[in-house]
């Protein structure tokens, strides 16, 4: 066989194999294409009126009114909180902009104000639950 012939093939064989795979993404136990999932959020962020992306503050807002626990005023006063905390250091951020080290430099900062690592790991997992019951 040619070298080109060879490389050809190759090259034939790499785009089937890449063509073949495809990455699923699991829903509340559906299997989605992971392809189309992105497509779907793309086109469902892009039709929102002026282009508004959903915020920081939108998802805590959901957070709140969602939430079993909402009634109770320790479990509100504590989100509100530590919501307030990070928005003072990074804003009102849209959620596509939220990247891992947000809470890295989030962590650090709390680390410096003296709080312990367990206090922190309240902070963070109240943080990560507004953004999983919200999206």
Known sequence: MS???????????????????????????VPFDEEFLGKLVANHFSALPNGKRP????AFEIYLAESKSSHRKRFRD????????????????PLDELKHWHITTYRDHQLQ?????????????????ILN???
């Open 78 to 93: 504590d989100a509100t909180r530590y919501f307030n905390y990070f928005c003072d250091l990074y804003g009102d951020l």
């Open 3 to 29: 070298l080109e012939l060879v490389r050809s093939f190759e090259q034939f064989e790499t785009q089937t194999q890449e063509s073949d795979v495809q990455r699923m993404v699991n829903v509340n136990g």
């Open 133 to 135: 019951l919200a999206f």
């Open 55 to 58: 915020t920081f503050s939108t």
């Open 113 to 129: 104000r003296g709080l312990s690592p367990s206090s922190i790991r309240k902070h963070h997992n109240c943080l990560n639950a």
